[in-house]
């Protein structure tokens, strides 16, 4: 009997753990944190080995496989010694798509990517199609493919995940855009990162399809020296393009293979440019999988966005609120800035990923009035921004800062809470984050 070890009990290694027991794997899940307790009975119910708090290095370096949640670094001594044995270790994306013959949608970007991986499943399902959801957001992909017969799978896929792969291969590829984030994590060499988002497609063959944004310049510059063999289909706000989606007056026009809709651009639900972009994307793919143009059109005008992106929270005196708590890095904040229409008090900080706020600095002239910091150490954005707007306020837990927004906002004002950095110093996680804006906004 094969040893599969998964590293790290959460949604990946749980998801894991139960395909794995599926499969006829001998299962062994180790933890160098505590495993939730949700997880553990799921364990002590498949019967499966589990250790938490630290690993037993003997036992896991027997493994004939490994597979590692996306959160642990490659460059962890474990992981380098199952490495330097030749044992391989993989994502869980890796692991689970050896066991579906179902057509893969796969999504990845450093912006952009949940809430087209969001809208393109929405629309699948709202046509009839048998689709399940998963990868980065929701549910464990490889606990779907486990419990469930989908035909289709969207996936929406980190970097992280994409690093483990080998044979992994979506049968459509996105990539949304590429800025700089997680460079932590990729030896703060760029190229790296976008190596590493890149490998979506580097399985793919003449019959699959690779759609990108044709006004992204690193992802256009990086295609130009690194050619890839699946067909192209680009998107674009600002060119008319021979093939893929763009505008073409107030029309969205698609043209994939010999067939070309239009659908118009006001009937979008999401605002912004950059969700602009989303819709093409998700409905590009809706158009390669034969979704008639008016499912497609509907579908789009009916979908309700990702939570923490963009999210409304509530109008107090004519001042309004929203949670942007998802944006952990400076390209997903300057495309929150860059969709506010009137002045704007900005919630931002936290983490800093090696951040370089400088190509926020026009937006922030133009368009906003004062910065709330809300971080542990807020220095960079303080030295930042401190000559180019009049206020900046330093906080240190969320109730605080919303309550300075309110005391400092004026009718017509926005407050945006996006923080362009990662949430851990003062909370869980984003979506925390953004539950204690949302509940500090309702208790204003």
Same mark, same amino acid.
């Given at each position: 009997?094969?040893?599969?070890?998964?590293?790290?009990?959460?949604?990946?290694?749980?998801?894991?753990?139960?395909?794995?027991?599926?499969?006829?794997?001998?299962?062994?899940?180790?933890?160098?944190?505590?495993?939730?307790?949700?997880?553990?009975?799921?364990?002590?119910?498949?019967?499966?080995?589990?250790?938490?708090?630290?690993?037993?290095?003997?036992?896991?370096?027997?493994?004939?496989?490994?597979?590692?949640?996306?959160?642990?670094?490659?460059?962890?001594?474990?992981?380098?010694?199952?490495?330097?044995?030749?044992?391989?270790?993989?994502?869980?994306?890796?692991?689970?798509?050896?066991?579906?013959?179902?057509?893969?949608?796969?999504?990845?970007?450093?912006?952009?990517?949940?809430?087209?991986?969001?809208?393109?499943?929405?629309?699948?399902?709202?046509?009839?199609?048998?689709?399940?959801?998963?990868?980065?957001?929701?549910?464990?992909?490889?606990?779907?493919?486990?419990?469930?017969?989908?035909?289709?799978?969207?996936?929406?896929?980190?970097?992280?995940?994409?690093?483990?792969?080998?044979?992994?291969?979506?049968?459509?590829?996105?990539?949304?855009?590429?800025?700089?984030?997680?460079?932590?994590?990729?030896?703060?060499?760029?190229?790296?990162?976008?190596?590493?988002?890149?490998?979506?497609?580097?399985?793919?063959?003449?019959?699959?399809?690779?759609?990108?944004?044709?006004?992204?310049?690193?992802?256009?510059?990086?295609?130009?020296?690194?050619?890839?063999?699946?067909?192209?289909?680009?998107?674009?706000?600002?060119?008319?393009?021979?093939?893929?989606?763009?505008?073409?007056?107030?029309?969205?026009?698609?043209?994939?293979?010999? =067939?070309?809709?239009?659908?118009?651009?006001?009937?979008?639900?999401?605002?912004?440019?950059?969700?602009?972009?989303?819709?093409?994307?998700?409905?590009?793919?809706?158009?390669?999988?034969?979704?008639?143009?008016?499912?497609?059109?509907?579908?789009?005008?009916?979908?309700?966005?990702?939570?923490?992106?963009?999210?409304?929270?509530?109008?107090?005196?004519?001042?309004?609120?929203?949670?942007?708590?998802?944006?952990?890095?400076?390209?997903?904040?300057?495309?929150?800035?860059?969709?506010?229409?009137?002045?704007?008090?900005?919630?931002?900080?936290?983490?800093?990923?090696?951040?370089?706020?400088?190509?926020?600095?026009?937006?922030?002239?133009?368009?906003?009035?004062?910065?709330?910091?809300?971080?542990?150490?807020?220095?960079?954005?303080?030295?930042?921004?401190? =000559?180019?707007?009049?206020?900046?306020?330093?906080?240190?837990?969320?109730?605080?800062?919303?309550?300075?927004?309110?005391?400092?906002?004026?009718?017509?004002?926005?407050?945006?809470?996006?923080?362009?950095?990662?949430?851990?110093?003062?909370?869980?996680?984003?979506?925390?984050?953004?539950?204690?804006?949302?509940?500090?906004?309702?208790?204003?």
């Amino acid at each position: 009997m094969k040893k599969l070890v998964v590293l790290g009990g959460g949604e990946s290694g749980i998801g894991t753990a139960i395909l794995g027991k599926q499969k006829g794997y001998e299962v062994f899940v180790s933890d160098k944190g505590r495993i939730a307790k949700k997880y553990k009975d799921v364990l002590i119910h498949l019967g499966v080995d589990w250790e938490e708090e630290g690993h037993t290095e003997a036992r896991i370096l027997q493994a004939d496989l490994v597979m590692k949640s996306p959160g642990i670094p490659d460059k962890v001594a474990l992981v380098k010694a199952l490495l330097e044995q030749g044992t391989p270790v993989i994502s869980e994306i890796e692991f689970a798509a050896k066991y579906t013959d179902a057509t893969i949608i796969g999504i990845t970007g450093s912006n952009g990517k949940t809430t087209t991986t969001m809208l393109t499943y929405h629309i699948l399902k709202e046509a009839g199609l048998n689709v399940g959801m998963a990868g980065n957001i929701g549910d464990s992909f490889a606990k779907m493919v486990a419990e469930e017969q989908y035909e289709y799978y969207v996936l929406e896929i980190s970097s992280f995940q994409l690093d483990g792969i080998r044979d992994f291969k979506p049968h459509i590829a996105i990539i949304t855009n590429i800025s700089e984030d997680h460079l932590d994590r990729y030896e703060y060499k760029f190229e790296n990162y976008i190596a590493s988002k890149f490998r979506i497609a580097e399985n793919q063959r003449e019959e699959d399809f690779f759609i990108y944004d044709a006004d992204d310049e690193v992802t256009v510059s990086w295609l130009k020296d690194h050619p890839v063999r699946p067909q192209m289909l680009p998107f674009s706000i600002e060119k008319k393009l021979q093939q893929g989606a763009w505008l073409e007056k107030e029309n969205i026009r698609i043209k994939t293979n010999e =067939n070309t809709i239009d659908m118009k651009n006001e009937a979008l639900a999401l605002e912004g440019k950059h969700n602009l972009k989303n819709t093409m994307a998700a409905a590009t793919v809706a158009k390669l999988v034969s979704i008639r143009k008016e499912t497609i059109r509907q579908s789009i005008q009916n979908f309700q966005g990702a939570p923490h992106r963009l999210e409304k929270v509530l109008k107090i005196h004519h001042v309004q609120y929203i949670n942007d708590s998802k944006a952990t890095n400076v390209n997903a904040t300057y495309y929150a800035l860059d969709s506010m229409s009137g002045p704007t008090i900005w919630i931002v900080g936290g983490i800093d990923k090696g951040n370089d706020y400088k190509s926020l600095m026009p937006l922030v002239r133009e368009k906003v009035k004062a910065i709330i910091c809300l971080g542990v150490d807020n220095s960079k954005i303080v030295e930042t921004f401190g =000559n180019a707007v009049d206020l900046v306020v330093e906080t240190v837990a969320m109730q605080e800062a919303v309550k300075v927004a309110y005391k400092i906002s004026e009718r017509g004002d926005t407050v945006l809470l996006s923080p362009a950095c990662a949430s851990f110093d003062l909370f869980n996680n984003y979506e925390d984050r953004g539950n204690q804006f949302k509940e500090a906004v309702k208790n204003l």
